[in-house]
């Protein structure tokens, strides 16, 4: 009985499902070399699509393929034939006997979890018979399978939801890193732009000053020749006659003190400004962050604008007659202007202004003194810094650096426009592919407000979040 025990005890191991904990139902084996239930590989991949996982070994596979095992399924057959063997010897009493007491082991210590024989249990009070004993570990044990099955499925659902998490962040590192190239790659195209702006701003930069240089030069010339002539006339003067010489000496003297230096220009090479763009990440967070809701004034908009109700909009209508016979307008009030509600002499803001298919518009920002914010239509701010489209072309216009010509990749639908007034930096981005436009670095001293100029066409200009 001993050796069928041990036969058993070996066999029992490989009969089992590590999945459902019982004697192995329509066995299959996977590439690994497991073996399962067929019902519990199928079940434990059942949510799953694109990889199968072993769940004892962790191997994954890219296909859901098992392979029938009868062979196996004849030895899990002979084990549980050998079990109930055993159990029906155990049940018509071949017990195990004490070897020193030789009788039978038919009671069982609680305490101790030992079978005891009645000599052994003598004294004890703690003592049942093995049946009764056998019956309530066995109801036990059931107990436990029962809760460690709930637990293994409990950890293997984890575990495919840890594996899906695994592919999730995968796919999420995937777009990140394609974002990332794609930033750094508006970034280098960005910088490269920047540079071959800043170098022919430095070459106009310095055929300004060749102009000059070339300029001074020909004044000493002529300084120098008007010198070496009247020396000449001087020394030629100075050995005549008496006579000759007290007739010319007047005009020689007031040649003299007549003679001024030449006039020159100072030459000062100017330094040349550029501004790189932060990331489009950094321009996200530079949205959400400081976006501001902008309303246009009426009372600043020109005769022939028409402002929305919602004051969101503005539309050219038509030509004012009167506003050249109007003394009260300033001289260049002809500008097509109007500003927004909102001014800004701190922090940080960010606004968009749709333009569309518009043939000529201006935005930006601009100081306006308290004498200008009347309710007559707007006079031409004396500071504006303005991105503008103008006969084809596109120009960023400031205080210092004048009109620069801006040679952009495509035509912006929405601007972007990012103020921060303590850095004195204003920046204008392409809405539609964040990408940076043209950037301002100047202080700034005055209360800003939004500068919105309209061409004299038809289609509205609308300030919010556009509609790219």
Known sequence: MEEVSAVLAKMQPKCFCPVCLDYLKDPVTIDCGHNFCDSCIRMSWKDLQDTF????????????????????????????????????KMARGEERRHEDHRQGMSLFCEDDHELLCPLCARGLDLQSAVEEATSYHRQR???????????????????????RKILQLTEEARMLKSQLASEFELLTQCVEHEQEAALRRLAEEEKR???????????????????????????EQSVMSEEMVLRGVRGLQQRWEGLRPPTVQALRLRLVAYSLPPLCS????????????ISLDPDTAHPSLRVSKDKKSVTWVRKNPKLGGDPGLPEDAAELVVLGQEGFASGRHYWEVWVGTKPEW??????VAPSAQTSRPL???????????????????????????????????????????????????????RS?????????????????????????????AGRA
């Open 436 to 464: 940076l436009l043209h950037s301002f670095t100047e202080p700034f001293a005055q209360e800003l407000k939004p500068y919105f100029r309209v061409g004299r066409d038809c289609t509205p200009l609308s300030v919010g």
């Open 53 to 88: 996982p072993c769940p004892v070994c962790q191997l994954v596979r890219q296909e859901m393929r098992v392979s029938a095992n009868a062979q196996l399924g004849r030895l899990v057959d002979l084990a549980k034939n050998m079990h109930r063997s055993e159990s029906s």
């Open 209 to 235: 000053l060749q102009q000059q240089l070339r300029a001074n030069l020909e004044a000493y010339s002529d300084h120098i020749s008007a010198l070496k002539e009247l020396r000449r006339e001087v020394a």
């Open 379 to 433: 006079a031409a701010p004396k500071r504006c810094w303005t991105l503008k489209l103008q006969d084809g072309n596109y120009l960023a216009v400031g205080m210092s650096a004048g009109a620069v010509p801006l040679a952009l990749r495509d035509q912006p639908a929405a601007i972007g426009v990012y103020l921060d007034w303590e850095l004195g930096q204003l920046s204008f981005y392409n809405a539609t592919d």
């Open 141 to 163: 044990l059931n107990r436990y399978i029962k809760s460690l099955k709930k637990r293994l499925a409990k950890v293997q659902k984890l575990k495919v939801t840890h594996d």
């Open 282 to 293: 950094a321009l996200s967070s530079i949205i959400l962050r400081f976006r501001e809701s």
């Open 362 to 367: 201006a935005v930006g920002v601009c100081s």
